[in-house]
Each structure stands twice: as structure tokens, then as C-alpha cells.
């Protein structure tokens, strides 16, 4: 069974940055794609960010030019770069590795953006 731990979380003030983590118990290479998902309370789960095996990264609408996914193939590590962050920013923030007959998710991990 792949784990995939999350880390980096936190309360930060508007305009701040944070850093997730998300460590995977087994190699990135062999998924088709990393990602980094988001729910906020009494929404929906919503994609933030994904980093495909080939290709280029692509963002959802409210993140781009503030957020990077960024992988780390030496350490199994795949980071979210969060810059510039917003109330609107806090959630539950999730890591998600994916093949064609496999998914796996992370614990989560808690944003607050608040003053």
C-alpha cells in the first residue's frame, strides 16, 4: 500500500507564503501524475495543482500565478509552493498520486490564511 504524508500546514496572515510537503512512500516516477487537491469547509474537493509524469504543471483558475507544484524525484517528495495566499486559500489540503488503475491520497493537511 503507497502512503502519502502531508506536511507544511499551518495559520498564516494574508499575503504570506507556506510550503506543503508530501512524501510518498514510493517512487513519483511510476505515477502518471501528482497533485494537490483542496476542500474547504462545506465545499467540494477541488484540484489546486497538477504535476503530470510529462507535461507541463497546469492550475486551477484561483491559484495560478501564486501557487507552484514542484517535484522532488530524489526524495519521492512532491512541494506546494503557495505565495501571495488569501482567506479564501483556507483549507484542508490534500496530495494525490494517480496511474490509470490506482489513486491514493494523503491525511491532509491544514491552511488558515486569516489575520
Known amino acids: 500500500q503507497v502512503q502519502l504524508v502531508e506536511s507544511g500546514g499551518g495559520l498564516v496572515q494574508p499575503g504570506g507564503s507556506l510550503r506543503l510537503s508530501c512524501v510518498v512512500s514510493r517512487s513519483i516516477y511510476t505515477f502518471v501524475a501528482m497533485a494537490w487537491y483542496r476542500q474547504a469547509p462545506g465545499k467540494q474537493r477541488e484540484m489546486v495543482a497538477t504535476?503530470?509524469?510529462?507535461?507541463?504543471?497546469y492550475y486551477a483558475d484561483p491559484v495560478k500565478g501564486r501557487f507552484t507544484i514542484v517535484p522532488d524525484y530524489a526524495k519521492n517528495t512532491v512541494y506546494l509552493q503557495m505565495n501571495s495566499l488569501k482567506p479564501e486559500d483556507t483549507a484542508v489540503y490534500y496530495c494525490n498520486a494517480r496511474n490509470t488503475q490506482e489513486e491514493y491520497w494523503g491525511q491532509g493537511t491544514q491552511v488558515t490564511v486569516s489575520l
Open positions: 504535476r503530470p509524469n510529462t507535461g507541463s504543471s
